[in-house]
């Protein structure tokens, strides 16, 4: 699929799960936000949501990606950083878990224009796990509060391009044979439980000029190598300029763990980036196994490309 080459890429880190000002910077690059220079504190919370500003020559789109777990953290987090919910151009849901939509319908209540969300069709199913700790869900995601709320959907099951330069890849190919969706996620259809093999979640990819892919996966319940390897089909790239992103390996456990950092060592990121879910004893493995490219990702943190 033929994907344009970006200019320049910013990516700010509105919420995800860690806050740390001890955090490295690298200049250029990974800019750590300083938090008493702020109008006030940033909160971290379980979720994820990724301001993600596109340049193509005099062109610019505003992308949100995920929309946090709730409006509190978000909007607190928009307001602390200087970011404002009227300059965005378009919102992508990565997957049906209410902990990338919980604040989607209030961001829509505050915009002053119709708003254009793409995700796929599969995850308005009611999506629940089953943990040591019992059932937790269901939770649905509600069509028709989206559109009355004024969403313009766009629903794609396929690969599909937002205004022209950001691809996301819909349901992604599972090529990899240890990344597989954990036991315990289950989606409802027509009255009845079964398990969630993630159709619906989807990676955004983004080319950027002499750095190539910019792959960004919220949860990666489908695997975060099966993303990327299925960013390379798609685009017919392999340079890997980042990988972003919740992985979801902790709960997978240490044979998971091992096998997806061999399978990123594999690709070879300049950077790889993780937060939310990844969990403490994968992130402490990534930062073991690759010393010069790993870094956590932080609330308030930018990215920048190109």
Aim: hydrophobic residues 45%; charged residues 20%; aromatic residues 6%.
């Amino acid at each position: 699929m033929e994907v344009p080459e970006l200019t320049a890429v910013n990516i700010d880190i509105i919420v995800d799960n860690f806050i740390d000002v001890f955090e490295i910077s690298r200049p250029g690059q990974v800019e750590r936000v300083i938090l008493g220079r702020l109008k006030k504190p940033v909160m971290a919370a379980h979720g994820l949501s990724l301001l993600i500003t596109l340049r193509q020559d005099d062109q610019e789109t505003r992308i949100l990606m995920d929309t946090a777990n709730s409006p509190l953290v978000l909007f607190n987090n928009l307001e602390a950083l200087g970011l404002a919910v009227d300059e965005l151009d378009a919102i992508f849901i990565s997957h049906g878990h209410p902990d990338h939509y919980g604040g989607l319908l209030e961001l829509l209540a505050r915009r002053q224009k119709p708003t254009t969300v793409y995700l796929h069709p599969d995850c308005y199913y009611p999506k629940l796990l089953i943990t040591p700790r019992g059932r937790i869900g269901p939770w649905t995601l509600e069509r028709d509060k989206l559109v009355a709320a004024g969403a313009e959907l766009h629903e794609n099951t396929g690969p599909a391009l937002i205004n022209g330069m950001a691809l996301i890849t819909g349901s992604v190919e599972p090529t990899v044979p240890y990344e597989t969706p954990l036991p315990g996620a289950k989606r409802v259809i027509a009255g009845k439980e079964e398990h969630d093999n993630f159709v619906d979640e989807q990676a955004l990819v983004l080319k950027v000029a002499g750095q190539g892919l910019v792959v960004i996966g919220a949860c990666s319940h489908p695997g975060i190598v099966n993303m990327v390897r299925y960013a390379q089909k798609l685009t017919g790239v392999e340079r890997v300029a980042a990988v972003i992103g919740g992985f979801h390996l902790t709960a997978g456990g240490d044979e998971l763990i091992n096998n997806t950092i061999a399978g990123l060592k594999e690709i070879n990121p300049a950077l790889i980036f993780a937060g939310h879910c990844t969990g403490f004893r994968a992130l402490a493995a990534l930062s073991a196994s690759f010393p010069e490219s790993f870094l956590v990702s932080c609330v308030g943190t930018k990215l920048l490309f190109g």
